[in-house]
Each structure stands twice: as structure tokens, then as C-alpha cells.
């Protein structure tokens, strides 16, 4: 998979450069390439911002070098359209069902906005070279596209085959089958006089998946009873 990130933060996603997703980008696994949307200007101050038409608070992000970086960014011939995200409090919610369709995905770009957001032709013109999603993270408001970025990258690059080591491990967490997942423990089995659950330390199978199954469905219905179907 390769994925172009655009931003005036380029810097935020150095982190990516760690861990299992480093990995994955040294073997080739994720192309990773992040890009400096002030290399798309042509002025003296490599401005990517204006005031907003209509009046208002705060600066526009202006089109003209989102629509140079998406040409650039989407001129390789061959291959399918990519999948163009702008992460956005105005998206679509992005959950772990969206990181499993995306992870099939070839290319994606994602496009971090700043300011009050990206001029809104920005994304009816990235219309014309694959498909757009706004994306979300959820209800809260960030000052900026590149937080839900990483977490989007992360969430979607995990699921890449070959990225995580153990497969097993991707299936059995929150979310991977529309509940939370159970509790975990390990050694000492008794830590400040609180004793791990003796029905893990039982050996019985049968009996430890039934119980983790329980805690699964006690967990979503407390804390997530939105998760659980009508
Ligand atoms: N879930 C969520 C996304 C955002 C977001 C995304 C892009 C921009 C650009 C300027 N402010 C932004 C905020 N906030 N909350």
C-alpha cells in the first residue's frame, strides 16, 4: 500500500518512523511518503491560507496548492484511483470497519487541513481523480487534520498483512467483532493483594472462552451499550 500524506506539518508524522509501522515502510510492506503542502506554492511566503469569502473568523485554506499536490500526487499512471481522505469534524465517523476497508485500499492520500479548513473546491475537484471521504474521528474538535491522520494511518496500517506479527492478535481486540474485548492479565498471578481470576489459571478452555465471552458482553454493555444491536 502507499500512502501520500499532505500537510504544513510535515514533521508530525516522524513517529511513523517507529515501531511495527516503521517496519512495515523499511520492508516495503507501506510506502509512507509525507509531503510539505507549501511545496505546491509559488509565492515569496509559500502562502496557503486567505481570508474567508462571506466574512468570518480565521483564514480559508486557499485551493490552488491542494489542487497542484493532488495533480502531482495522483499522476501515476496505472493502477487504480486512490482513495483521497480529508480528515474532517464535518465526516464521516472512521471506525474500525472503515480501517478494514481501506486496508485493501492500494493508494491512498490523505489530506491535513489547518485553519478553519481547505477551501470547499478542494474537494469536488479531488472528486475527478478518485474517490473523497471526510473523515472523523469523532465529536470533538482538533485544530487540525494531522492527529486523526496518524491514528488513521495506524489503524489502517496495522491490518496490512505482515505488518503485525501475529495475525491471531488482530482478531480477537475491541471493535474486530462488535464488542469490547476482555480483560487481560499476566504474571504475578497476585499483584498488591489482587489475584488474577482463578478460572485463567483453571486450564479449562471451554470454560476461559465462555468467561471472556462474558466479559466482553458485561464490558460493551456498560461502557458501550450503544455497540450492543437493539
Ligand atoms: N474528528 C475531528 C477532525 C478534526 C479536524 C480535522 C481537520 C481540521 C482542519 C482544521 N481543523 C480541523 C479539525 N477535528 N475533529
Redesign the pocket.
Known sequence: MRVDVVSIFPSYFDGLELSLLGKARASGILELRVHDLRDWTSDRHRTVDDTPYGGGAGMVMKPEPWGLALDELTSDAGGDAPTII????A?EVFRQATARQLAVREHLIIG???????DERVFEYAATLGEVRL???????????EV?AMAMIEAVGRLIPGVVGNPESLVEESHEDGLLEYPSYTKPSTWRERAVPDVLLSGNHGAIVSWRREQQIERTRTRRPDLLPE
Open positions: 480529508f480528515p474532517s469534524p465526516g491535513c487541513g489547518r485553519y478553519e479548513g481547505i473523515m472523523s474521528l469523532g465529536d470533538y474538535v482538533l485544530n487540525g487534520g486523526a
